[in-house]
């Protein structure tokens, strides 16, 4: 690889000669980490031009740190690196001055969270990762899909590739979730009403900018997906938390004069329940006497192994009160960043229109991929080895909990692709959890998912969607081990 001429300037305030500023300027390089071993440096006469200096001005300057052994010379092949220049040091450069400016004053809105998810870049190097939304490389038709992705490269497809759809999106990939895809959930909508998001987290915070403000209150399952509190805390809004118990949401727990409810009812996030049917009904009759919205994430229907899908809140709705939330990321990869948002068709124009003043569309080329992949049928095919899979999983993870001892605290009924767990109250999951890493297992403490500021410390997810079915027994023991040594 060869080192970028733009990537070098002198320092003007730097003291000493040419020659031993230059030499400076390719150390401070080297020793930084930015020039590793084995690049190639510029030329001496590429060099000179850009620096404004003579050629054997920085000839000179070479030939002295090749005696230093910073640089190798390799004949008319020119300057390396050398393989024995000094290392950079073990603790992180201080690259920039920190300033005069006062960032505790400055920065007018605060967007870290309090407690988040932790998931390791290398999880999969780990043998026991029951960790949540992870791709399956063993399940994942790469083959098809990236056949789909060239034949969205062709010239056929330039238009879809590469056009400014502005605040629209590829209409081939719309009629195929309006025709094919919601039908399945009982849905029925025009495609005025479907709108293209970069996931369903984005589908999330779109919905709570478009319906909520100051003077509006919206109510969120305890514990609930993290990112949806960060999502409607820095919404402003009023917030009520509502404890879930086995069956989910309880709707006659919910607020007087609320104005948006979000809510998992397939399955409740993090616990896996399932909201029986009748309160599916309760919950949108007291929408109807109480005047108020539904926002229902539904990111993990396609996963309903055991038994087919309740009815979705949206199928059911004969108002226009639920918002319906779905996502490809789950059953595609997580990478994706691919969902939409059903609604309508007014709400739908406020969250088009806000999402072409923050980031357009999403890719053309993403979004006529996933349209080939849905139409040709792989996508179907890939749900049903997905769903065959995870049932075997989890029928061993059953097996291996019972077998332990451990305790299931949310029960789902239609399948899905994790567990929720209640540990000893003496057991804190979150120092759990890093304890089980010198073990090669990884496991999510619960503590993230609720709102309080001294969250329940015994709860713990354990998802099986990119763990083998044999190494889920022996990782469940090692957690055991671990429990019971607490």
Request: glycine share 6%; proline share 7%; charged share 20%.
């Amino acid at each position: 690889m060869s080192i970028s001429v733009e990537t070098f300037f002198l320092d003007p305030s730097a003291e000493g000669t040419l020659q031993a500023r230059i030499q400076q300027m390719v150390a401070q390089g080297i020793l930084a980490g930015r020039f590793r071993p084995g690049e190639r440096l510029p030329s001496s006469r590429k060099m000179a031009a850009h620096l404004g200096v003579s050629r054997i001005t920085v000839t000179l300057a070479y030939t002295e740190l090749v005696a230093d052994d910073y640089l190798s010379s390799r004949g008319r092949s020119g300057y390396y690196v050398s393989e024995n220049a000094p290392e950079p040091p073990a603790f992180p450069a201080q690259r920039f001055n920190a300033g005069t400016v006062d960032w505790t004053r400055a920065i007018g809105q605060r967007f870290t969270p309090g407690l988040s998810l932790d998931k390791p870049a290398d999880w999969a190097n780990y043998r026991y990762p029951f960790i949540y939304g992870q791709a399956d490389k063993t399940l994942f038709d790469s083959a098809n899909w990236r056949l789909c992705a060239l034949r969205a490269l062709g010239m056929r497809d330039f238009s879809a590739l590469t056009a400014d759809y502005f605040d629209g999106d590829d209409p081939q990939l719309v009629d195929f979730i309006a025709r094919q895809t919601l039908p399945r959930r009982g849905i029925l909508a025009n495609t005025d009403e479907i709108l293209i998001t970069m996931g369903a987290q984005n589908a999330l915070w779109l919905s709570a900018q478009v319906l909520l403000n100051s003077r509006r209150r919206a109510a969120i399952e305890d514990p609930c997906y993290p990112a949806l509190r960060t999502i409607l805390t820095q919404s402003r809004c009023q917030l009520s938390v509502v404890p879930v118990d086995q069956d989910g949401l309880p709707p006659e727990d919910l607020p007087p004069h609320t104005d948006v409810v979000f809510t998992t009812p397939s399955h409740q996030c993090p616990t896996t329940a399932t909201m029986p049917l009748e309160r599916r009904k309760r919950l949108l009759e007291k929408a109807e006497a109480e005047d108020f919205l539904i926002v229902e994430d539904d990111y993990e229907f396609e996963m309903s192994f055991l038994n087919a899908p309740s009815p979705s809140l949206k199928s059911l709705d004969q108002n226009g009160r639920v918002i319906y939330v779905g996502s490809f990321s789950k059953s595609l990869f997580p990478g994706l960043r691919l969902g939409y948002l059903v609604g309508p068709a007014p709400f739908i124009r406020e969250a088009r229109a806000l999402r072409a003043t923050v980031l357009r569309h999403p890719p053309g080329h993403i979004q006529r991929t996933v349209s080939y992949y849905l139409s040709l049928g792989h996508y179907d095919a890939l749900v049903r080895r997905m769903s065959k899979t995870y049932h075997e999983r989890r029928q061993v993870m059953d097996a291996a909990l019972h077998a332990h001892g451990l305790t299931i605290a949310g029960q789902g009924t239609y399948g899905g692709s994790s567990v929720w767990l209640r540990a000893p109250d003496t057991v804190n999951t979150t120092e759990l959890a890093e304890r089980l890493r010198a073990d090669n297992v990884l496991v999510e403490p619960g503590a993230p998912f609720f709102a309080s500021e001294t969250p329940p410390s015994q709860y713990l997810r354990l998802a099986y969607s990119s763990i083998p079915s044999a190494r889920i027994p022996e990782g469940i023991r090692l957690i055991a081990r671990a429990i019971s040594n607490n």
